[in-house]
């Protein structure tokens, strides 16, 4: 439960950052990167859930490939920091993408905007994860 509310925060102070920052990702009031905030942090969760397998057998195909002898200490350090990227950067670009069409207070002018916000936001979630376990 702490957890969750610590998600819900964290995306909710990184919606409105992003919509100072990026040009084009307009959020409204406060309320709506709450708002934002609590959907995204339940859409992406059961977006992980259907997502985990997927992690799970890259992260055993980057295992395998860790054996060889060229490709192996590339991809030794950087292969759980790739997969959970990619994914986390794929479902933060569907779900804003998602959220964008669902809530009026909310707009992005471009898929370019959301290609920029859902990178933040992976970056984001990438360091949650290390740090927040």
């Known amino acids: 439960m702490t957890g969750a509310l610590i998600t819900v925060g964290v995306n909710t102070l990184a919606f409105y950052l992003i919509s100072e920052m990026v040009p084009g990702f307009d959020v409204k009031s ?10 995204y942090s339940f859409l992406a969760a059961l977006a992980w859930l259907v997502a985990l397998p997927l992690s799970i057998t890259l992260a055993f195909v980057f295992a ?17 920091f790739i997969t959970t ?49």
Do not use: E, Q, W, Y
């Open 30 to 39: 406060k309320k709506t990167a709450f708002l934002m905030a609590i959907a």
């Open 64 to 80: 395998i490939l860790a054996f060889i002898p060229l490709i192996g200490p590339l991809l030794s350090g950087a292969g759980l």
């Open 85 to 133: 990227f990619g994914l986390l950067f794929g479902i933060s670009f569907g779900l804003l993408l998602l959220i964008d069409r669902i809530m009026d207070d909310f707009n992005m002018r471009s898929k370019t905007v959301a290609v920029i916000a859902s990178v933040m936001l992976g970056l984001l979630g990438v360091l949650m994860r290390v740090f927040l376990g």
